[in-house]
């Protein structure tokens, strides 16, 4: 889990959210009924997390919220 979350943090890994909240909230206006408006709110999250650096699961490991703490942590 800790291997995750140290990718998650990573700049690749901030991306890789951002870009996955991008398609889900393009996929969830795609689709349009009420189900697409969930799947596109749902998608906010991944996008906040790699715009604003922080990473939901990492508590769940033990280590800290913000990517800045968890990456300040791998040194």
Known sequence: MNSLVQ???SMNGRILRAVAGI????VGLVVG???GWIIALIGLIPLAAGVFDFC?????G??????????????
Do not use: C, E, N, Y
């Open 7 to 9: 990718f998650l943090a």
């Open 33 to 35: 009924d009420t189900a």
């Open 23 to 26: 398609v889900l909230i393009v």
């Open 56 to 60: 939901l699961l990492a508590p769940l």
């Open 62 to 75: 033990g280590l800290p919220f913000w990517g800045r703490d968890i990456r300040r942590r791998a040194k």
